[in-house]
């Protein structure tokens, strides 16, 4: 069974950064591909970004573009999201998800985290 644990969130003023992490376990992850989802007060989730996790192809949110970057360490089973000059519009709970296969997408993951929860004051 698939096992992924968030950690790294807090509260950030404005243009600050933050470095999210997910472990994972469970699997051996070379079929898998790896993303990040949040979810603001009284929105639905979406989709952040995505990496491959055999080769590290990524795809990213339109919204997150040239301040967000998504990577992964193999040996330690870690996803990472480095969030760069966040906004109050980044408050949300992020959510580390994995789908099987080689698409870097925003769906079809079936596993989940707990989720960490990421507050930008402005």
């Known amino acids: 069974q698939v096992q992924l644990v968030e950690s790294g969130g807090g509260l950030v003023q404005a243009g600050g950064s933050l470095r999210l992490s997910c472990a994972a376990s469970?699997?051996?992850?070379?079929?898998?591909?790896m993303g990040w989802f949040r979810q603001a007060p009284g929105k639905g989730r979406e989709f952040v970004a995505a990496?491959?996790?055999?080769?590290?192809?990524?795809s990213y949110a339109d919204s997150v573009k040239g301040r967000f970057t998504i990577s992964r360490d193999n040996a330690k089973n870690t996803l990472y999201l480095q969030m760069n000059t966040l906004t109050p519009e980044d408050t949300a709970v992020y959510y580390c998800?994995?789908?099987?296969?080689?698409?870097?997408?925003?769906?079809?993951?079936?596993?989940w985290g707990q989720g960490t929860q990421v507050t930008v004051s402005s």
């Open positions: 998800a994995a789908r099987t296969g080689q698409l870097v997408i925003s769906t079809g993951y079936n596993y």
């Open positions: 990496i491959r996790w055999s080769d590290g192809r990524t």
């Open positions: 469970g699997r051996t992850f070379s079929n898998y591909v």
